[in-house]
């Protein structure tokens, strides 16, 4: 109940209701605020035909007069009326909600029927008085009744006592003298709370009283809320009670309005069934409103979640940030080592260089200074012959040391610069733009169920990301498993939100999901969606064997270039005098299968072959003349069956114009079967059959065939018994 206290305040006082009154916009306000904000009108602006009582103006009436409103939301807030009582000058005051309210004003001799019906209580209220809404700001002048004209809310002036009740502490003892103890009981007949004292006291249990019943004081608050008020009169008769409701009106009246009052020409109808028609709609309203309140607590609750959220996601992403920091300092410490270690590499280099060289030139440079000394001494002989005899020597030694130290001998092998230059601009560049980017993997998408389907061994799934998912998606990935609770594989990977998958088995159950992926990496799988390839059929002659109803048509796609298709591709012939080949659009691994053609048109007695193929047959020669077929082919007197050129079984029985040819493949024993005109023809043509495989014809221009699909199984056939030719229904 705190949350209605706001309900239940004057919206100018800002205290609780007291006395309230209901304004013609429906509002409520104190008696007593009401007066504080009358303001009076000159008479130029308040025309007779514009007055107004609260109960005698309606909606409408109402609109017109919030036209002649006499402030607006550009007031400069002060009053400067002639007529007004008190000085013309004096500025308004405002209530916190911006209702311009006037001091009171000095009371002046009026007449006497302008004066409330309790003289002396209020001061009397000005002529042309105008009262002005406090919440819709809406204005409206009195007529000689005044505030008197306005009904009083004795509805919420008694859901005000019993909100300040029931939030007063321990109900007292209501006789006490001087300190009112805590009362113990209430009797219900004299409407009084009793202290074990005064009770006893006052309220014996013996004589006239003991007829009185006693009940705890929260029951008898209880009794008290809940027991009928006083009867409501008119305000226009006040000795009548309202007993009516003037449905134009939209307010009760009495019998004496409907005879001499304006409501005589309304449409009025009972007071207690309207009473009972209104509370039925406001329950009725309180119930959405009840709705969107549990919902906002929902909300509200969520959002609290949210912070919560917010608060542990915040501590986890700092301690991520200065993970990701620390990972980029390690990383730039790392290559500082390296760098360092590189740079010590090469000192070391030029260092061994330079000093190799100094050890050279240091040895030669004493070898050459020895050889000079040596020479020196020599020439200071004075013996010419054995001067002479080492002469020539010495000459060539002098010169072959000086040619030791020609070009480059003296030149520095290394230079002492580092020829190192720290290429650092870059990560510099990229350290200083280093910042957040509002990415973030996607949300795992939405599966849209009514866009899912299966259609014979094709799967078409759909998918959207979430309504309020604002991330960019770059593209999606869709996986399904192997129809046999394997592990799943990539199907599709691209920006389309929808996808066909073809080529999967017959009568299996395959699982699919999908996930969005853009640059900050990949997002979590959606749901997992199981769908059903095919529909299965039951044959009547046992239950226990399963079989595929498959519809497909002959594709175009695949077929050779020579092949001509109508009626919607079931249909096909050859404008060629060579055999081609056209296969179906959809190929068969598991399950039972079965398919028939009819024969449309068969001029010259040709020889077309009806079968199976793989998916890379050759398609310019008869089916089964390479391994990747298994066909029967027939004339109008025989039939033969023919797999990578081997003919074999021949048959009696030819085709003609309006045969019907049935190929019937069992992937449970692995065998295939044909038939002629719903006979079987010859024993089990092939057997041993693994992988996938897709119905094909061989056929030229002689012959015209229409394929028949999502056929049942024949009856004479039942899979897995031993054999097929006796197993009857």
Known sequence: MDEMEEELKCPVCGSFYREPIILPCSHNICLACARNILVQTPDAESPQSSRASGSGVSDYDYLDLDKMSLYSEADSGYGSYGGFVSAPTTPCQKSPNGVRVFPPAVPQPQPQQHLLPQPGSLPPIPRNSCITCPQCHRSLILDERGLRGFPKNRVLEGVVDRYQQSKAAALKCQLCEKSPKEATVMCEQCDVFYCDPCRLRCHPPRGPLAKHRLVP??????????SPRKISTCTEHELENLSMYCVQCKTPVCYQCLEEGKHGTHEVKALGAMWKLHKGQLSQALNGLSDRATEAKEFLVQLRNMVQHIQENGVEFEACLVAQCDALIDALNRRKAQLLSQVNKEHEHKLKVVRDQISHCTVKLRQTTGLMEYCLEVIKENDPSGFLQISDALIRRVHMTEGQWGKGTLTPRMTSDFDLTLDSGPLLQTIHQLDFVQMKVPAAPMLQLEECCTQNNSATLSWKQPPLSTIAVEGYILELDDGNRGPFREVYVGSETICTVDGLHFNSTYKSRVKAFNGSGVGQYSKTLIMQTSETGIPPCDIQSIGTVAWFTFDPASAHPDIIFSNDNLTVTCNSYDDRVVMGNSSFSRGVHYW???????????????????????????????DKAWAMYVDNNRSWFMHNNS?????????????????LLDFTRGILIFLINDEQQGPVAFEGLEGAYYPAISLNRNVQVTLHTGLPIPDFYTPGEADPTTSMC
């Open 647 to 663: 003919h074999t079984n021949r048959t009696d029985g030819g085709i003609a114009k309006g045969a019907t040819i049935g190929v």
């Open 596 to 626: 028939e053609m009819t024969v449309d048109r068969y001029d010259n007695h040709p020889d077309p072959a009806f079968g199976i193929a793989r998916g890379d047959v050759l398609k310019d020669v008869m089916l089964g003349k390479d």
């Open 217 to 226: 004081p929260a029951q008898g608050r209880i009794s008290r809320r809940t």
